[in-house]
């Protein structure tokens, strides 16, 4: 696996701020943990690895963009380029002691996602993706599950939580999902989700109410494992419309048309 000089920048930023969550994670019950919205908190460990994610990209790059969850976004002088950075998704299942969480660093050229990272520190799980070069656990390369009938899959989904997302409509979905598949997952990191889409753990994953940076990472890592990404209009504007669907061709579809059933009338 040849890594070009860019995702090796990706992957070192990513890396240094798993080493910062790690040490936090080991004393989470000392962190100082403010709220930022009902159920949406952001700790020291999230500014701690935003920050060491930023000065390693921006050192390499300082003309780029830089859009993080924990701060504004910094326009760039190279009006082309832009990293798209979650500094630890997963935080509620980390302030929890619970070992699912990661560092997802993407690279957008022109509005096209051309480089991914997503690292579980806890596992010492490294997933990377360029355009057109293959997706990578660690050094082995990646190719979405092949099954083909909804109820042979294993689907993972995000759970609307306190204050967000129209809970009525994902209980609907939830309801038509669970009437066709093996079984339903939540790991509770959309980037993760998708890597897992991608490593052939999941067959599928369906979520509303993402942002740029849960996902952006996460889709080339899905795509260059060969598999198949919509937004819920079955458009290709994740970003925009907050919502994907993924798998790989044929679940992909399976999935996105029981996931859109119509709500029962009776
Ligand atoms: P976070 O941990 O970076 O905030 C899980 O389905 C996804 O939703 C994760 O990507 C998680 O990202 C995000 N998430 C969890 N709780 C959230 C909240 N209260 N507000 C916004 N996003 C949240
Ligand atoms: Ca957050
Ligand atoms: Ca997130
Ligand atoms: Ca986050």
Redesign the pocket.
Known sequence: MARSALLNVMVQAALKAGKSLSRDFGEVQNLQVSV??????VSQA?LKAQKIIHDELLKARPTYGFLG?ESEEIKGTDGAHRWIV?P???????LHGIPM?SVSIALERNGEIVGAVVFNPATDELYTAERGGGAFLNDRRLRVASRRVLSDCVIGC??P????GNHGKFLVELRHVMGEVAGIR??????L?LAYVAAGRFDGFW?V???P???AAGILLVREAGGFVSDFNGGTDMLGTSSIICGNEHIQKALAEVVKRPIPTK
């Open positions: 930022k919205g009902p159920g949406d908190f999230d969850e979650d630890l998704d997963g935080t509620t299942n980390f969480f995000g759970v939580h306190l204050g967000r939540r790991i509770g990191s959309a980037a989700d979520e109410g993402l942002s940076w849960d996902m």
